[in-house]
């Protein structure tokens, strides 16, 4: 039996959707400065075996990405046009051609010495990389494929013969990184800014329950979640073949409150359980367009289930799972033997349980957010699932009858009904990783599990417990 049986239940559900957040589009980063900025050196003219480049976000003030590609054979190299910022007057880029032409003789004389690599034998390439606006209105990089470089020693002019291309062909071995998770003093590197994954939501739902006599629901008073995932995100090919694919991830002020109130009358025999989803949304990620997408998905489910229940009153009921800054989950996407976890388990913090008149039963209610990554890069992908149950509330009550007392706490007033529970406060965190297309995930991780019980309380309700009736003595006298 079902809350979703139409034929037992009203359900009444407040579901949030946020529409679609667009990812952030990230912006190169010139190392070199803007080309007016000063004149470079001319060794940035120079051909390379590897070549570095970085994105930031728009306000351009920290990146967040790197990729380093690596040109190991001898018939190849790599030039970004980046390193050669101020020496051109002029950079024109056509289908099958791009003619740079030169400030000075100087400056062409060096670069027709270290291009004319490409003219030596027939195999040889390089792979030049147009940064945002050196082929005019385009805004982010460009690759192309150099085989062959003619000049015009007058006008001070190469004309490079260039195929376009993308930077899944070019990349063939590289390194990838995305965001960064500071744990400790924090390092000198290129990447200072943490990609993060928003956690800061209101999740208010409500519901009713109606089967065979009980017309009760259940409404949220105070759910919420806050804070932040960090992430980092490493990925690396040698000739198009995955050596490395790592990620960490660690909690930034994380928490998420439950409290709920169920109120009715009636009774059920048999439970009803039900999850179902509350929120369903697109959080911001990341887009290098042509190399990254980092897509996140939040959802979060809440769960129930009453189980032999018989209700004249509210309960009401929470806790707030926080999770530690110092929890770190660094996972291996390639070789899950050397995946490590620490820091995980929650911090609970309970909500004081209100019982006002009669009920009988178990009563079982939980928050399930689940964060979902999804990481393309260059031609290879991963599935990232962090799946959550923080917290976990489940009561066993029962009603208590008495005409001594049905409670027995320290201070409280003697009445003669009450209710006694016996109350578990719990929390799970899984994470499971699977390469893009596949059905199976490569592994999963349980994180932490936590099955708290508290001490049984009782709530007294009802008339206060009469005051036995004094004995009056006697006295009789004889004359």
Known sequence: MLFSNAAQVALSLLVLNAGRVAARSLVPVRRSGSSNARRAEVAGLDLQSMATFLWADEDGDVAIA???????????????????????????CNPDTVAITFNDDATFAYAQKVWDWVNGVENNSFVSIAGPGDCGDNENRKP??????AYDEEANKATLAAQWSDWQ???????????????????????????SIDFNHDLPFSF???????????????????????????????????????????PKGVSAIAQVKLSGSGSVTDS????????AIPIGGLNIPGVLELGPFLTVSVGAELSAISITASVTGGATAKLSDHALLEVDLLDPTKN????????????????????????????????????????????????????????????????????????????????????????????????????????TVQLAALDLPLAAVCFPFGDPVAAPARRHSRQISHM
């Open 66 to 92: 790197n990729l380093t590609i690596y040109m190991p054979g001898e018939a190849e190299n790599i030039l970004s046009m980046e390193s050669f910022d101020g020496m051109t007057k002029s950079i024109e």
């Open 272 to 279: 009803l359980t039900k999850e179902f989803e509350i929120i």
């Open 340 to 443: 490590t976890f620490s820091g995980w388990e929650p911090m609970i913090d309970t909500v004081d349980v209100k019982v006002d008149a009669s009920i009988s039963g178990g009563v079982a209610v939980f928050l399930k957010p689940a964060i979902e990554l999804k990481a393309e890069a260059l031609g290879q992908g991963f599935e990232i699932g962090i799946n959550m149950k923080i917290p976990n509330i489940s009561a066993k009550l029962a009603a208590i009858a008495s005409s001594e007392g049905a409670c027995t706490n320290p201070g409280d007033p003697k009445t003669t009904l009450g209710v006694s529970a016996g109350i578990n406060i719990g929390a799970s965190l899984n994470f499971a990783a699977t390469q893009s297309g596949a059905t199976d995930p490569l592994f």
């Open 144 to 149: 192309f494929v150099v085989s062959t470089i």
């Open 208 to 250: 009713a329950v109606g089967a065979n006599g009980l017309n009760a629901a259940i409404a949220c008073t105070n759910c919420s979640s806050t804070g932040q995932f960090d992430m980092e995100f490493k990925l690396s090919t040698k000739f198009f073949v995955p050596t490395g694919a790592s990620m960490k991830l660690s």
């Open 169 to 195: 062909t070019v990349a063939h071995t590289y390194d990838l990184v995305v965001g960064s998770v500071a744990q400790g003093p924090m390092a000198k590197r290129d990447i200072e800014k943490s990609t």
